[in-house]
């Protein structure tokens, strides 16, 4: 089986700083896989690769069959460009920690938008959908209100909507909820546990250590650049084998 995503030995640097230095990884249709690790190892880097907001350095990557980077033969990384590049943009959607809505666009505008303008699908089909997931995320009745009316729980799941509405095969979450108090990260972690119940294939990074352990397939641990373990949530986090993840871990109470 052809994995959604697939990233090999990949390397960025930030001047002289190396922040990937060769991390290769693969995600399979369904499969939900949790990144943890220390700040600065680099988690928000790989997913800013993975989903071309960032360039590598080296290494490659693909998505499904489609090739999206590789070696150009000269030491340097060929991106492929035009209808490619968006084919390949179209199959994944991005969920940040600061959920980057438009201020001034109502909850139905937000989710709405990016399949009306760029997948140029009809309205009626964008609008049917974009209430299914108003509903799907708890927020019936909000769909008029623009985000400034909405608290920060509420907005990250406008854009967990915003980012399914455009049908992507892989979602990327990079700390969904760490701009969050407790009481409103419940309700944004219960809608992701929501997706990976329908096998909504996910990358998810996070310091959320029982969430991983509830909805992850597959732990990742990444340090200095590197993918230092990974296992299932018991292995990783019950019985990790590296002295740097016990390490780690050992800040938390899992
Ligand atoms: N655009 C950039 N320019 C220069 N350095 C950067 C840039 N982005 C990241 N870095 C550096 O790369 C390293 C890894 O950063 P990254 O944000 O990927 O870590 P992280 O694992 O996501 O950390 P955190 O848990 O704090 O979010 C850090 O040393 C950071 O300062
Ligand atoms: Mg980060």
């Keep these: 089986m052809t994995a959604v995503v697939s990233i090999k030995d990949a390397r960025k640097a930030f001047g002289d700083t190396e922040v990937l230095r060769g991390i290769s990884l693969e995600v399979e249709r369904g499969e939900v896989v949790a990144v943890i690790g220390p700040s600065g190892g680099g988690k928000s880097t790989l997913l800013r690769c993975m989903t071309l907001l960032e360039t590598l350095d080296g290494g490659s990557l693909a998505y499904g069959g489609l090739e999206v980077a590789g070696p150009d033969g000269a030491g340097a990384v060929r991106y492929v460009k035009g209808d490619?590049?968006?084919e390949a943009r179209g199959r994944f959607g991005l969920?940040?920690?600061?959920?980057?809505?438009?201020?001034?666009?109502?909850?139905?505008r937000n989710i709405a938008d990016a399949p009306l303008r760029v997948q140029k699908r009809p309205r009626p089909e964008v609008e049917a959908r974009a209430r299914e997931l108003i509903e799907k995320m708890g927020l019936s009745g909000c769909e008029g209100k623009v985000p400034c009316q909405l608290s920060g729980g509420q907005q990250q799941r406008v854009s967990i909507a915003r980012a399914l509405a455009l049908d992507p095969q892989i979602l990327y979450f990079d700390e969904p909820t760490?701009?969050?108090?407790?009481?409103?990260?419940?309700?944004?972690?219960?809608?992701i546990k929501g997706l990976a119940a329908e096998h909504m294939t996910m990358v998810i990074v996070t310091h959320e250590m029982s969430f991983a352990r509830d909805v992850a397939d597959r732990i990742v641990f990444m340090d200095g650049g590197v993918i230092v373990e990974q296992g299932s949530p018991e292995q990783v986090l019950g019985a990790a084998k590296q002295e740097r993840t016990r390490a780690f871990l050992a800040g938390y109470r899992t």
Excluded: C, I, R, W
Aim: hydrophobic share 50%.
């Design 178 to 191: 760490s701009a969050l108090d407790p009481e409103l990260t419940a309700g944004v972690l219960s809608v």
């Design 95 to 108: 969920v940040f920690q600061s959920y980057n809505l438009f201020p001034h666009m109502t909850v139905m």
């Design 84 to 86: 490619a590049l968006k």
